[in-house]
T-cell receptor, first 109, second 113 residues
Framework: AQRVTQPEKLLSVFKGAPVELKCNYSYSGSPELFWYVQYSRQRLQLLLRHISRESIKGFTADLNKGETSFHLKKPFAQEEDSAMYYCALYNNAGNMLTFGGGTRLMVKP | ETGVTQSPTHLIKTRGQQVTLRCSSQSGHNTVSWYQQALGQGPQFIFQYYREEENGRGNFPPRFSGLQFPNYSSELNVNALELDDSALYLC????????????FGQGTRLTVV
């Protein structure tokens, strides 16, 4: 069975500091991974997906199959980055997204 | 473009009752998924509907059931409510089956007392 683990419930950094939100997964097939974000009072929305290899709002994430990780990184955090971040794995056999427990990022001024 | 909308936004039910939650998918999307999000946890997949048929199901008992209508709107029904069913229920639509990007609604907060 697939599983997504986000070891940190809360990550607090100062503005301008680097950020790394950790995500580890277990999945027997070829993984398709995502980061979703939920800003205060807003709905859950896609931030980025590993297939596109884009940088969105300064965030990047690299899939490391050897370490089964998909950590989200940003070199310089901004206050507007404060939000809940969820790592998710797509299982195409079950047509389902499996989410991690989420990490709350707080960027202090 | 119309986003995913859910109704109602909040609901309080008594243990043993039945509840129906509703979702209108984003314009042009024919696939709808439902998730349960307990407090402090990530969303957990309940099931997905494509062209009015169940197209995948998570680890939820049969008292969780759903429908999708020809206009691609959807309902989630929960029978014999239990206290542990208290959660935020999220609906997500996708452009087509197999499309992995999901667009989420704002959720329905269900409280079972």
């Amino acid at each position: 069975a697939q599983r997504v683990t986000q070891p940190e419930k809360l990550l607090s950094v100062f503005k301008g500091a680097p950020v790394e939100l950790k995500c580890n997964y277990s999945y027997s097939g070829s993984p398709e991974l995502f980061w979703y974000v939920q800003y205060s009072r807003q709905r859950l929305q896609l931030l980025l997906r590993h297939i596109s290899r884009e940088s969105i709002k300064g965030f990047t994430a690299d899939l490391n199959k050897g370490e089964t990780s998909f950590h989200l990184k940003k070199p310089f955090a901004q206050e507007e980055d404060s939000a809940m971040y969820y790592c998710a794995l797509y299982n195409n056999a079950g047509n389902m997204l499996t989410f991690g427990g989420g990490t709350r990022l707080m960027v202090k001024p | 473009e119309t986003g995913v909308t859910q109704s109602p936004t909040h609901l309080i039910k008594t243990r043993g009752q039945q509840v129906t939650l509703r979702c209108s998918s984003q314009s042009g999307h024919n696939t709808v998924s439902w998730y349960q999000q307990a407090l402090g946890q990530g969303p957990q997949f309940i099931f997905q509907y494509y062209r009015e048929e169940e197209n995948g199901r998570g680890n939820f008992p049969p008292r969780f059931s759903g429908l999708q209508f020809p206009n691609y709107s959807s309902e989630l029904n929960v029978n014999a409510l239990e206290l542990d069913d208290s959660a935020l229920y999220l609906c997500a639509s996708s452009l087509v089956r197999g499309e992995t990007e999901a667009f989420f609604g704002q959720g329905t907060r269900l409280t079972v007392v």
